[in-house]
């Protein structure tokens, strides 16, 4: 018979269930011993829009203001998923990033990805983008019941003081340090597809100087 498995098996920041681990972005294996064999980092590469928005349905706790915690990744997943209904009609929408919780019920910071600008975006300043951002989030519907801890978020939205943030002024090796898991940060380069920026290593299959590494 196999060995008992110890009380906590998760490694790289995973969340012990009782069951399962749940792993952080860009981890994987049942007990989160493998780096992403490919970490898609090119939507960080155009300009974004920082914004703050104030859940009124959920109530903050210590741990979510660790971005490594399982807290702060549960609430982090549900809050970008309900940002991806909201502004999926916006035109050059790449994604949320959460950057960080804090009390007053929940505040969030975020960030809004967009496409570099083109055609007749060209000339459209990220203040009227923020502005645009501001406007879809305040108008979404929101839940019929948002007494706490009640099915969706019920939300507000408001600019950021660094409601302007550029394209990342890091360059791609800065970037893969940056997006991969902390203990595997070193194996990862920058290999560009096409449009796309992705960050592998030696064990990535289909690149140039690819090698078996058997399981991870």
């Known amino acids: 018979t196999p060995p008992p498995l110890p009380t906590d098996p998760c490694l790289n920041g995973g969340y012990w ?14 007990h989160c011993q493998f780096g992403a064999s490919t970490i898609n980092i090119t939507a960080e590469l155009g300009p974004s829009v920082a914004l703050m928005a104030r859940v009124t349905n959920r109530r903050f706790s210590g741990d979510m203001g660790d971005p490594s915690s399982a807290a702060f990744r549960s609430f982090a997943d549900e809050f970008s998923h309900t940002m991806d209904r909201v502004y999926r009609n916006v ?12 009390a007053g019920s929940v505040v969030v910071n975020y960030k ?13 300043s990220l203040g009227q983008r923020t502005r645009e951002l501001l406007e879809v989030s305040n108008a ?64 990535t299959l289909n690149v140039p100087g690819t090698i078996d590494c058997g399981t991870g």
């Not at 809004?112 to 459209?124: C, F, H, I, M, R």
């Open 112 to 124: 809004v990805l967009l496409q570099p600008p083109a055609g007749d975006q060209a000339n459209t």
């Open 140 to 203: 979404a519907i929101q839940p019929q019941n948002c007494t706490e801890g009640a099915g969706g978020l019920c939300f507000g939205a408001l600019a950021s003081r660094r409601a302007f943030a550029a394209a990342p002024e890091l360059n791609a090796t800065e970037l893969c340090r940056k997006y991969s898991p902390a203990n595997f940060s070193q194996f990862y380069y920058p290999y560009r597809v096409k449009n796309s920026l992705l960050c592998v290593t030696n064990c």
């Open 91 to 102: 035109s050059g929408y790449r994604g949320t990033r959460v950057l960080a919780l804090t």
């Open 17 to 30: 269930t009782g069951t399962v681990c749940l792993c952080p972005p860009n981890v994987d294996g049942a």
